[in-house]
Nanobody
Framework: QVQLVESGGGLVQAGGSLRLSCAAS????????MGWFRQAPGKEREFVAS????????YYADSVKGRFTISRDNAKNTVYLQMNGLNPEDTAVYYC?????????????????WGQGTQVTVSS
């Protein structure tokens, strides 16, 4: 069974940075692509970024492109989301997700396992 645990969320001022981590247990981590999603109050959960199994391919939502960077360390079973230039619109609960296929994906139904989420709050 796969378990995903996010960390690194918190309160930051606009323009600041945070680095989220997602630690995975289970042998399927290195065999699958990973993704980050977020859900703001009253809104649908939305795609943020995805990284392929090897780490060689990444894909970002337009809203975060150029500000966020997704990366992974398969030796540590961990995926990261470096977030720079944060603004209040980035406030949300951030979730990591794992899919058992190697390629990136942008929709929720393409992922098989989810973490519990970590809160990111950006003050103006």
């Amino acid at each position: 069974q796969v378990q995903l645990v996010e960390s690194g969320g918190g309160l930051v001022q606009a323009g600041g940075s945070l680095r989220l981590s997602c630690a995975a247990s289970g042998r399927t981590f290195s065999s699958g692509a990973m993704g980050w999603f977020r859900q703001a109050p009253g809104k649908e959960r939305e795609f943020v970024a995805s990284i392929s199994r090897s780490g060689g391919n990444t894909y970002y939502a337009d809203s975060v492109k150029g500000r966020f960077t997704i990366s992974r360390d398969n030796a540590k079973n961990t995926v990261y989301l470096q977030m720079n230039g944060l603004n209040p619109e980035d406030t949300a609960v951030y979730y990591c997700a794992l899919r058992v296929r190697p390629s990136t994906a942008t929709t929720r139904d393409q992922y098989d396992y989810w973490g519990q989420g970590t809160q990111v709050t950006v003050s103006s």
